[in-house]
Nanobody
């Protein structure tokens, strides 16, 4: 059974950078697409960035140019480098995985990112 384990996150001042990492415990077709979502208090969970094992990527408009997703297919990991952080980026960030583009069937436990002004 594949599990997603996240690391990173924490408290950062606006304008700073943070890196989130996600490791899948096993390799399978269920991690063909890996990504990051976030959920702020009182808001719905939203896509931040996603990347396929073949290198296709997609980003939320609000993070384009500031966040970069990367993958190591051999290690089955997906990292999110976040720069120029804003207070609006404050949320719980969840690693995700799925077998095909647009489908998520695995979630990590979530990691808190707080950006102070």
């Amino acid at each position: 059974q594949v599990q997603l384990v996240e690391s990173g996150g924490g408290l950062m001042q606006a304008g700073g950078s943070l890196r989130l990492s996600c490791a899948a415990s096993g390799s399978s077709f269920r991690t063909n697409v890996m990504g990051w979502y976030r959920q702020a208090p009182g808001k719905q969970r939203e896509l931040v960035a996603v990347m396929s094992s073949g290198g296709r990527t997609d980003y939320a408009d609000s993070v384009k140019g500031r966040f970069t997703i990367s993958r190591d297919n051999a290690r089955n990991t997906a990292d999110l480098q976040m720069s120029s952080l804003k207070p609006a980026d404050t949320a719980i960030y969840y690693c995700s995985a799925g077998p095909v583009w647009g489908k998520v069937d695995l979630w990590g436990q979530g990691t808190q990112v707080t950006v102070s002004s």
